[in-house]
């Protein structure tokens, strides 16, 4: 009782925090800004169209002029913004550590489905993309497993991009900021014939990044990247409906911006390590989206296909001494496959039935490479070691959902299952090259198959009382499928063990939402409690990072998201979260009862928003949103000797907009408020104990602007 009490307290004391800023919009009828109601909000992720209010499970709702400051926002600008929403703002783009209600991975399978359009995206190092031309980002939290499988054991991001339109237009972006940031935008709609509206888009941007490495002189964090897409809509008659597209994405980044934590607390921005670090990636994806609609149903059929090629290149001691390098490379193809039939929006009895089903070969080839210095890392005189790895995994889902309305008046009962099956084979092998030798001997070769399967069911209730006021209980299941580590840590046996298990968690969970009559006051919030069983740890280890079944781990927590037009115009927010989240078994005994490494034990995000109409031949309107982001105590690693204390970013952005041109200008963290978002263990800090503690500094303040010209 102590912990909800305290989880109450704690969450209204924070304030009635954002779950949606308002949006500004321009209509036929007048150049003011108006507030749209969140019950006005149309949400797909239910695989249909509903309101909020219609939805027993707590979410939030990112307009696409709403995503936090910056010219090039990514999935990283949600943190704080969406209650209980973290991922790790430093590190590359191969794979940035995720939590939702203090459950998540640093490494390995995200465990928050992430769909583009209806196409989902499986695997972390495809998560981070420019986020361009959006519509809307609906984020849920818990387990959506059983409309969307094995990737959403916590959590949901739904995106949709804006589709293309049935008149001509062409709209330009040019966007400057602090560390010699630019970044460009270039988009056409370009209909024919009332039958085919076409859309293409381009964008580019590039940043000379903030850390300098002391050894070499550079910067240790430039990114440069563009991004093509084609999106088409067919509309062959009124029953029928077929949506297509094609993006390719390219980028390039430096390497880990890593340095001894004393040293960083001195010097935020120098790291100094003396080998070549970089990160290339190559992101292939093209889908078919048809539609066919019934008098009282609909078919929907989608296919997706995706590659991913990506390169990198580390010191993997992150010191200036001559230790250890890496190089891998990695291929991967994905075919998925989703048929769904469900009833059109009934009076009495909405359902929705499908399946999913899913190919995907991975390869990775991985050279490490051992220096002068290898005594500080190795008890073995190797040169170099070979790994190769070929993971191919396919897996097929049924599911099931079905919603009673007004069982009892104003009760809506909903019910879901599925049942996720899939298949995993391994092929592994590495060979050594010991110092003074003259080839590669042959150490480790292992063929492997392993099988996971899971029903995961779902059941929730949701009571209007009235227009206004709707309260919910959900309870669901979420689950991760196991897999395999990359390489093998173990010299010292031929006998591979790269196989972690599969993770489950139960999610209990009882909210509330509230809007009113005229707009001005929306309010939703939630109480939860998670058990997780066979958590996905990750563990650093001598050769590198690998992931293992070793504890089990309960979170309790709080949320709630509010927008309040106080003053004509202008509009207060503030969304929070609050989550306890701690190991009752572990494999190390003395961590039980250690909080879960990565997630803070809140976020925040408040502040307001004002607009104001303007008479003006070029420009319509005037906005100025100022927002405070908050986090809480944050721990490194499983012991909880690492942390970052609670910390707060002020962010301002600026805007002035008409029907063809528009201009923002924009800061974060404009204190330039230092902290850390990420420590570690070296793996050399047994022999270099000022190592021992490494880890990255957050980012420091940056100012932007941005002007975009649309005809």
């Not at 859309?199 to 000379?208: C, H, I, V, W």
């Not at 010191?319 to 490379?329: G, I, L, P, R, W």
């Amino acid at each position: 009782m102590r912990i909800i009490y305290s989880t109450l307290l704690l969450t209204f004391i924070s304030g009635h925090l954002f779950a949606q800023r308002s949006e500004t919009m321009q209509t036929n009828d007048s150049t003011f800004s108006v507030i749209k109601q969140l019950k006005e909000v149309i949400i797909t992720a239910e695989k249909r169209e509903l309101s909020i209010s219609e939805i027993p499970v707590a979410l939030s709702v990112i307009s696409g002029k709403n995503l936090l400051n910056e010219n090039n926002p990514d999935l990283r600008n949600l943190s704080g913004i969406v209650p209980n929403f973290y991922m790790q703002e430093g590190g590359l783009k191969l794979s940035t550590p995720l939590y939702i209600r203090g459950i998540g991975t640093v490494s390995g399978t995200p465990p928050v489905g992430l769909y583009v359009d209806g196409v989902p995206i499986f695997d972390k190092n495809a998560f981070i993309f420019d986020l361009y031309d959006i519509k809307q980002i609906e984020v849920l939290r818990g387990p959506q497993t059983t409309l969307y499988g094995r990737n959403s054991i916590i959590g949901l991001i739904n995106i949709r991009t804006n589709p293309p339109v049935t008149k001509f237009s062409l709209q330009a972006k040019a966007g400057v900021s602090s560390y010699n940031s630019q970044n460009y935008l270039f988009m056409a709609n370009l209909p024919i014939n009332r039958v085919l509206y076409n859309k293409l888009s381009f964008a580019y941007n590039r940043t000379d990044g903030y850390f300098k490495n002391d050894f070499t002189g550079g910067k240790s964090n430039k990114s440069d990247s563009y991004d093509i897409r084609y999106q088409g809509n067919v509309f062959t008659d009124a029953t029928w409906e077929i949506a297509l597209g094609i993006n390719y994405n390219h980028s390039f980044d430096d390497g880990y911006a890593y340095h001894a934590v004393d040293s960083l607390k001195v010097h935020r921005y120098r790291v100094n390590y003396n080998a070549d670090a970089s990160y290339k990636r190559d992101l292939l994806s093209t889908y078919v989206n048809m539609q066919k609609h019934f008098s009282q149903t609909l078919l929907n059929w989608i296919t997706s296909y995706s590659r991913a090629k990506d390169k990198q290149v580390l010191d993997a001691d992150f010191t200036y001494h001559d230790v250890f390098q890496n190089e891998k490379k990695s291929k991967q193809d994905l075919i998925t496959q989703e048929i769904n039939y469900r009833s059109s929006q009934g009076e009495k009895i909405d359902w929705t039935v499908g399946t999913f089903g899913f190919y995907k070969d991975l390869k990775n080839d991985y050279l490490a490479t051992f220096g002068t210095e290898r005594h500080l890392l190795l008890p073995l005189d190797l040169d170099q070691v070979l790994y190769y790895n070929n993971t191919s995994t396919w897996g097929i889902a049924g599911y099931g959902q079905v919603t009673v309305k007004n069982l009892l008046p104003g009760m809506f009962v909903t019910a879901g299952i599925r049942y996720d099956y899939e298949k995993a084979s391994l092929s592994y092998r590495d060979s050594l090259l010991f110092h003074d030798a003259e080839q590669f001997t042959g150490y480790h070769d292992w063929d492997e198959k392993h099988a996971y399967a899971a029903w995961l069911p779902k059941f929730s209730v949701l009571q209007k009382w009235n227009e206004q006021l709707s309260t919910y209980l959900n309870i669901s299941k979420g689950y991760k499928a196991g897999g395999y580590n990359i390489i093998s840590n173990k010299m010292t046996t031929q006998v591979v063990e790269l196989e972690y298990g599969k993770e489950s968690l139960w999610n209990y969970e009882v909210g509330a939402k509230y809007f009113s009559v005229n707009g001005r006051f929306n309010m939703n919030g939630a109480l939860f409690y998670i058990d997780w069983k066979d958590q996905q740890i990750f563990v650093m280890e001598m050769m590198g990072p690998i992931i293992k079944n070793a504890g089990d781990a309960r979170s309790i927590g709080a949320e709630i998201d509010l927008s309040w037009e106080c003053l004509p115009r202008l509009v207060y927010f503030l969304s929070s979260g609050y989550s306890n989240s701690e190991y009752y078994y572990h494999l190390t005994k003395e961590y039980e009862g250690n909080k879960i490494v990565m997630a803070p034990e809140f976020t925040m995000n408040t502040g307001a928003s004002y607009t104001q109409a303007i008479k003006s031949s070029l420009f319509k309107f005037f906005t100025v949103t100022t927002s405070i982001t908050g986090f809480g105590t944050q721990y490194f690693d499983e012991a909880n000797t690492m942390k970052q204390d609670p910390y707060f970013l002020w962010n301002m952005e600026l805007g002035i907009s008409g029907k063809n041109i528009d201009f923002h200008v924009w800061g974060k963290n404009i204190l330039d408020k230092s902290f850390f978002c990420y420590m570690f263990n070296s793996p050399v800090g047994k022999h270099l104990p000022e190592y021992m503690k490494s880890g990255q500094s957050g980012a420091p303040s940056r100012f932007g602007a941005s002007i975009t010209i649309k005809l």
